[in-house]
């Protein structure tokens, strides 16, 4: 079942050790199958160089494991409601990268201080909120993909213009149209969050101020906007 996306998705997994994004088994990728409403994730705790297409798992949006010798990621649910909520992405990932993990536990949204910020992302990425004791206790997992969403949802914030997180105290998440995008976005996210911390640490760091709206714009928008320029026609 879904021999192709199982493929694409451990690619995908294989892609996090080489980006530096990942420790040991520390993050996960899945793509989701939306005709089906099916979506495949990594394993549990397996070590990435371990790791093949039969090892992934297929799960359903209301977190029943469909198909799979294994069990999958512990952060299921967080994915699950993110393809619930998020009906555009294709592909979830998440890790505990250096850069990005650092933003988390201060509680830090990442300012656009850049234009290599502000070609993939538009505007800052968020930090959201701490989950509540009760949270914690009885659903951690799909809480924490709840409390993103709806933050998202109460700031008015489009998940394809910003594909990326700060779960606080914990760590980034990233998504994308498929799974290799997410990557692809998480490896920014990781590039990004190390030029701003290092923006606001040089002598001169108080005169650092976030990129004007009008440069932010225009790179965004070559990039993504309906008249974007960037690259080749295809």
């Known amino acids: 079942m879904l021999e192709e996306l199982k493929e694409q998705v451990c690619k995908a997994n294989m892609l996090l050790p080489k980006h530096h994004l990942v420790t040991f088994t520390w993050g996960n990728v899945s793509g989701i199958d939306r005709e089906k409403q099916l979506f495949v994730i990594k394993p549990s705790g397996v070590p990435y160089e371990e790791l093949k297409p039969s090892d992934m798992v297929v799960m359903d949006l209301e977190g029943n494991k469909v198909e799979g010798d294994l069990n999958p990621s ?34 830090r949204d990442i300012p656009a201080y ?5 070609d993939y992302i538009y505007g800052a990425v968020p930090c959201v909120r701490d989950l509540t004791r009760e949270e914690v206790e009885t659903a951690y997992e799909l809480e924490t993909g709840r409390v993103i969403a709806d933050h998202f949802e109460q700031h008015g914030i489009n ?3 910003v594909p990326c997180v700060l779960a606080r105290h914990h760590g980034p998440f990233a998504w994308g149209k498929d799974p290799e995008q997410a990557v692809h976005n998480a490896v920014v996210l990781e590039e990004v969050a190390m030029m701003a911390w290092h923006t606001e640490v040089l002598p001169a760091a108080q005169q650092a101020a976030p990129l004007p709206d009008h440069v932010k714009e225009k790179h965004f928008l070559r990039k993504h906007g309906p008249n974007a320029y960037y690259g080749q026609k295809r």
């Open 74 to 107: 512990t952060d299921t649910p967080t994915h699950a409601e993110l393809y619930r909520r998020f009906p555009q992405i294709g592909g979830v990932v998440h890790t505990h990268s250096r850069w990005a993990t650092i933003w988390a536990q201060a509680g």
């Open 114 to 118: 850049g234009t290599t910020h502000a």
């Open 159 to 161: 998940p394809l213009h």
